[in-house]
């Protein structure tokens, strides 16, 4: 089988891709990765072909920071090189609306790895859930409605998709009745995306991998059917030995003990760096600060802080003793696959449901994004707190369990949903229906008009 990786060009987003491909790779699947050039290392390293999305008419498409608004460029460039690789299925990213809508128009299953938690509504269940910066409805209709806009644009709003699937509209029908009747629109959207079947998102693909554990979804919520725990795909580039002395080097200058921060994106919530050199400097600790997405680093100088931008954390886990997180994905599990307790400053994105996940489970404190209370102190507690790291110990446990076959399983699901009897080259199985739908030429597909409007705002915590 010809199978296509083409995920966002982020770490936390290509490594467990090239987990996954490495896995099929060795099961005899012939596995290539279409991303940004500057992931051609990283796929080089784990053994697999790349080919680089600029070259496709793909420029910026695969960049998580820019997710909501290339999806007409990440279809075009996915359709280009599907057609290319002759590809039978597409793995994907999580948010990559244009990979999904390039395997609706190859006609050619689509598997999406996930986040560490499922963002969007669940099929049951979850009550009572406390809802952190924004519903899961609104979080489903904000993301369907982009998704919607994406189709749109690619020529595709004229038949039907080949996920079942409400439309925005219908979603947003329904929660306006319920609300009417009831006086809350609580539910209203997940029966609707549901109402074509249980698990009726278009945003799932054929198959939706989840990297955490199901103690981080919310108790007694259930999942839609095809969304499936795999746990964590660890993989990340070799640390440079040189890199890592010099890493080394710098910390044996203080010799604190280590705590390390990952940055994530700051989503409109301020910079973190005045709490940052106020928790660092003359205290107890020092940190070593990966700079990650974020722009315009300011630590002081008297700060006991090393900015790094690595594109590797494992090591950095190991030399310290706690985790400072916005609670993005990649951090929170490098963390706790190694037993380190987290301190969670949540944002944007799934960084608010993530860390609520974390402190239902007992595995982190919540770190609030102003200096007040004293952030040094805080801190300090933290790195005290046996029974903190406890319940960290016992939660990477889990997840270390899942990972040592965490590829082998989330293999054995692409190769399930694979149809066997589909296995002929992808642009011998188009056959779209409407001429509209046909991409235009050299793969580029015709747009019927502008985006719809979308509301972006940031997703923020109270």
């Known amino acids: 089988m ?5 995920p966002l060009s982020d770490g936390g987003y290509l490594y467990p ?22 992931a051609a290392p990283f796929a080089a390293e784990a053994g697999l072909p790349f080919a680089a999305a600029e070259e496709f008419g793909g420029e910026r498409a695969f960049s998580a920071a820019r997710w909501g608004t290339m999806g007409l460029a990440q279809y075009r460039a996915t359709v280009r090189a599907a ?25 050619v299953p689509a598997v999406v790895i996930g986040l560490s938690i499922h963002l969007w509504t669940y099929r049951s269940g979850g009550g009572g859930e406390p809802q952190y910066g924004r519903t899961r409805e609104n979080r489903t209709l904000e993301t369907l409605a982009l998704y919607e806009a994406t189709r749109e644009e690619a020529g595709l709003s004229a038949r039907p998709s080949r996920w079942p699937r409400a439309t925005v ?27 074509d079947g249980p698990d009726g998102s278009a945003l799932l693909g054929d198959a ?18 095809r969304v499936h725990h795999v746990g964590p795909l660890p993989w990340e580039p070799t640390a440079d030995p040189d890199e890592l002395d010099a890493v080394d080097a710098a910390l044996a200058r203080s010799g604190k003990p280590v705590v390390y921060v990952h940055l994530g994106r700051f989503f409109g919530g301020g910079t973190p760096w005045p709490r940052l050199n106020a928790t660092f400097t003359g205290g107890r600790y020092q940190a070593v600060v ?48 190694r037993g380190r307790p987290l301190g969670v400053t949540p944002n944007g994105s ?24 004293d952030q040094a102190g805080l801190v300090d507690a933290a790195w005290r707190d046996d029974r903190l790291r406890s319940h960290a110990h016992r ?16 293999a054995d699901l692409v190769e399930q949903t694979a149809r066997p009897s589909d296995r002929q080259p992808a642009t011998s199985r188009e056959n779209h229906g409407y001429s509209i739908s046909r991409p235009g030429p050299r793969g580029r597909g015709e747009p019927l008009g502008g985006r719809a409007g979308v509301d972006r705002s940031a997703l923020r915590l109270p």
Not at 361 to 372: D, I, K, M, Q
Request: aromatic share 0%; glycine share 10%.
């Open 83 to 107: 057609r290319q690789a002759r590809a039978d299925l597409l793995v994907t990213s999580v948010l990559c609306n244009g990979a999904l809508l390039a395997a609706e128009t190859l006609d």
């Open 17 to 38: 891709a090239l987990a996954v491909g490495r896995e099929l790779g060795l099961r005899g699947h012939r596995v290539s990765v279409l991303g940004r050039a500057t």
């Open 169 to 195: 509209a219908a979603a947003t029908s329904a929660a306006t009745s319920t609300a009417t009747v009831t006086g809350t629109a609580t539910g209203a959207v997940t029966e609707a995306a549901n109402a």
């Open 208 to 225: 939706l991998l989840l990297r955490g554990d199901p103690e981080l979804e919310h108790p007694g919520a259930e999942l839609p059917q």
């Open 290 to 337: 990966e700079q990650g997405r974020t722009a315009e680093p300011c630590p002081a100088p008297d700060a006991d802080i090393l900015l790094v931008r690595k594109p590797w954390l494992g090591p950095l886990v190991d030399r310290a003793g706690l985790v400072l997180t916005a609670g993005t994905s990649a951090p929170v599990l490098g963390a706790l696959l």
């Open 2 to 6: 010809n199978i296509l990786l083409c």
């Open 395 to 410: 939660l990477g446990r889990r997840l270390a369990d899942a990972a040592a076959d965490g590829p082998r399983r989330a």
């Open 350 to 373: 799934e960084q608010p449901v993530l860390a609520g996940a974390l402190l239902r489970s007992g595995a982190a404190v919540h770190l609030p994004r102003t200096g007040e209370p």
